[in-house]
């Protein structure tokens, strides 16, 4: 009896599932699959190659609402009659919109356009509100962007100072083919340190003409869409 218990429990150990939540590695040494990748790091070139984007997209953030707003006057004669609106009431919805602090508009009922239309209109009123609260926080976002851009600036400043340095060890010992490559690597690099030397002081100077062009196209904005140059 006791031997029958004994093979029915080896059995049943037997059929019993090996897990683990470690992978073998070597002698031993275990590894997690979580912690896969976790030392990886990012190649110091492809960051560095990064930073051109990264400068553009904080010039494209501060420049948005500008260029949003120069592309929808442009198309002013065009907007209320897609929802069957005279120049006027447009005006005078948008214009509510603006004075309002939260931005609301009640839709007349008399309005006779498609519940699908209406949604589109309010949005359209929503979206041109946006644009005119951006253009009034060009000078903050400025700031911001000016920040960010130096920061960026010195990042690249440290990563191809910290490549030049590695890539010019690298030739002193290299001959050849080898020796040619990493020529050719340490002039791409000092390339793009100059290229991004070159954006920043671009960004910088167009950060300074952008809070006054945004007060500008302000002006503009609002007497297109309201009819009236003061409100807002």
Known sequence: MIRNLQVSLLLALSLLPI?????KKAKG??????????????????ALKAIPTRL?????????????????????ETIPARYNLSAADFQ?????????ETGTVELSADLQIADEAKAELLATIAQLRGIKL???AT?????????NVVGIGAEAI?????????????AQVAFGDKKAEIAAQIQEVTGLKDQIAAQVGDAKAQFTELPARAAE????????????????
């Not at 553009?56 to 002013?76: C, H, N, Y």
């Open 92 to 100: 005078s919805m948008v214009k509510a919109s603006f004075d309002s």
């Open 139 to 147: 000078p903050e976002r400025v700031t911001v962007a000016v920040g």
């Open 56 to 76: 553009q997209v904080e010039v494209d953030g501060v420049l948005q609402p500008i260029t949003d707003a120069e592309k929808l006057i442009a198309e002013l």
């Open 158 to 170: 440290a990563l191809s100072t910290k490549l030049l340095a590695s890539l010019q060890a690298k």
């Open 217 to 232: 196209v302000g002006v503009n904005f609002t007497a297109s869409f309201t009819g009236s140059a003061s409100a807002g």
């Open 134 to 136: 951006g253009l009034a």
């Open 19 to 23: 897990s683990s939540g470690c992978e």
């Open 29 to 46: 040494e275990t590894v997690s699959p979580d912690d896969a990748g976790a030392e990886a790091e990012v190649d110091p070139l492809d």
